[in-house]
């Protein structure tokens, strides 16, 4: 009697094959045909090991990057240099309604409001550059937003 046993099936064979005398060989990946003799009485059942190779990859949830110096002055206030702004360039679209139509904005050698190095008032759309600037004071402006370097 022969018996095609299919992909995967070497427990089955091997359980066969005890249960019934004989002998054979299954491979896993292939069918295999199984030999069994009603006389036989030991079964002898060869099957190469079946290695699974997985892989896992961690979930890894980004960390929030380190809060850095903004590229945008959105509210009245002194922005510090390097620490609250980066350097660069700086675009507003003019002054905010809370402004009174006027637009202030002030480039200080220290935190202090008055140590300015020079400042303006405006009501249209305006341009500041950090330059040396330790600090930036704004007030009654629109979001001001970083346009260069």
């Known amino acids: 009697m022969k018996i095609a046993i ?12 005890t249960a019934c005398g004989g002998s054979g060989t299954a491979k896993p990946e292939a069918a295999a045909t199984v030999t069994v003799r009603p006389s036989a009485s030991s079964v002898t059942v060869t099957a190469p090991p079946v ?8 979930k890894v949830r980004p960390s929030a990057a380190p809060a850095g110096p903004a590229t945008s002055m959105s509210a009245d206030g002194v922005y510090v240099v390097g620490v609250d702004i980066q350097p660069g360039t700086y675009h507003t679209t003019g002054a905010s309604a809370a402004g009174g139509g006027q637009c202030y904005v002030a480039r200080l050698s220290s935190t202090n409001t008055n140590d300015i190095i020079d400042n303006n008032i405006t009501n249209g759309p305006s341009t500041i550059s950090t330059g040396q600037a330790k600090a930036i004071d704004v007030s009654g402006c629109k979001p001001w937003i970083r346009i260069g370097g």
């Open 51 to 58: 290695t699974r190779t997985v892989t896992v990859k961690p």
């Open 6 to 17: 299919a992909v995967g099936a070497a427990l089955a064979t091997a359980a066969l094959l």
